[in-house]
């Protein structure tokens, strides 16, 4: 059984991680998301669980309104051939959360592990960062530091790279 909101913060607490939460509605996209967001200070994410022609899984964590060119994002992040997102079965057996849900801090379910994390560069130059607490109805923000920190015990070295671009925009479920 995956690891819920409770163990996370437990975790965070192991790891000396403070953290700061705020309970909102539920929101399942970026779009949805700009009210909560207007509240928070800091870097807002979107999130994409890619997979690659080898099934190769990637978790790209970039801001809320970065551009992100899924026709060469493979280029950049190391993947074999162009990605697709991953199925919400993959999602919740590897992260525990659903579409509209996905976050890195889900990675403290992926105990093998099988996902690379993939930051982008931008989005690391803020001082605080914001992503669901394993659940859409919350905003959880750590320092952008902690966020590393998080990811290295969990068993994840983050490549930052810059991923996004300029280009087309998608709008993927979750943020």
Known sequence: MALGRADLFAYFDTLGIASTTYEHRAVFTVAESHDVKAQLPGGHSKNLLLKDKKDRLFLVVAEGDAA????????KIGGSGRVTFA??????????????????FGLINDTEPRITVVLDEVMMRHDILNFHPLENTATTSVAAGDLIKFLRATGHEPL????????????????
């Open 68 to 75: 992100i060119d899924l026709k060469s994002i493979h280029e």
């Open 87 to 104: 199925k919400p079965d993959v999602m919740l057996e590897l992260l525990g959360v659903t579409p509209g849900s996905v976050t890195p």
């Open 160 to 175: 930052v790279v810059p991923v996004s671009n300029g280009k087309v925009v998608i709008e993927p479920t979750g943020h």
